[in-house]
């Protein structure tokens, strides 16, 4: 059958020669950071990983083609253009057929990469259990697809403007074990702690990899989510964050910002509230991530 995946020449290359990959996701860049750093992340997130002997592979829908890797210029368009839509799993059917642009998100991502045979993806957070769930049924597809991508997603963990009590039973309910990094309280993102336990704490990148393996042993269709805290020094103050949620939830109810748009709006928001500090946060974990990724990857790959 003909591939629907369209690989760019260093990530083929990295196939050829049997290399170690990274998926990276593209919402980040055209929906989750302003212009011009938004380019400038995804750029520097890519040197990072080769520095450490890793081929990056940042996924996004061009033209309606499923790239695995971006070339520059691929990457300037996606962060640029304000015509590429948010694409999660529902849209990935649309978006291939009408040929259209889509930055995907960590659900659409992890579908691409277990289609592209790619193991570890990186992230700076992932969708949940929204707040108000139990009215609004507003749960995201990430849940879904790690319970059906045997992929393994290093994240910050979830933001509290999720109900990040929800977000873990819903994970239990589909089977996704919640790893904590070096940690077992579950990071909230731009805070290391969010109150809630993390089902294991792992030591390093070495005990990970063997847990993928027992879950590919145990033919597990489930992905596993690594979380990792921020860096102390980086991390915002809590009650001040908390405050800014709590107000941005009843913000997002006042303005009936719906669907697809909550978590730009949110971040958005939260930029502005934290005067510009929420992105330097934003940076700082996406990197933090990305080196344990890495590691895991290679230790995967034996390649370490
Ligand atoms: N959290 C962030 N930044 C982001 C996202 C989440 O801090 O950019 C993006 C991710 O791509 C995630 C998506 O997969 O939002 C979840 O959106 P939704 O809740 O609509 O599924
Ligand atoms: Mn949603």
Redesign the pocket.
Known sequence: MESILSYSKEVQNAINEDKTIVAL?S??IA???PYPDNIELALKLEEQAREVGVVPATIAIIDGKLKVGLTKEEIEFIGQSDDIK?A?LRDLPVILAKKLNG???????MQISYLAGIDVFV??????V?RKAEETF?I???LKALSQYPVTVVCAG??SVLDLPKTKEVLESKGVPVLGYQTNKLPA?YVRDSGLEVDYMVENAEEVSSIIKSNRLLENKNGILVTVPISKEDELNEKEFNKIIDELTQEVEQKEVK??N???YL?DRIKEKTDGRSVDT?VSLVKNNLRVGCNIAKKLKGNY
Do not use: R, W, Y
């Not at 992230?123 to 949940?128: E, K, L, M, R, S």
């Open positions: 996701e919402t980040i929906h989750g950071f948010k999660s930055a995907t998100t960590v659900a659409a991502t992230t700076g957070g992932i969708g949940g929204h507003d995201s597809a990430d979830a933001k993102f669907g697809k909550i978590t730009p971040l934003n």
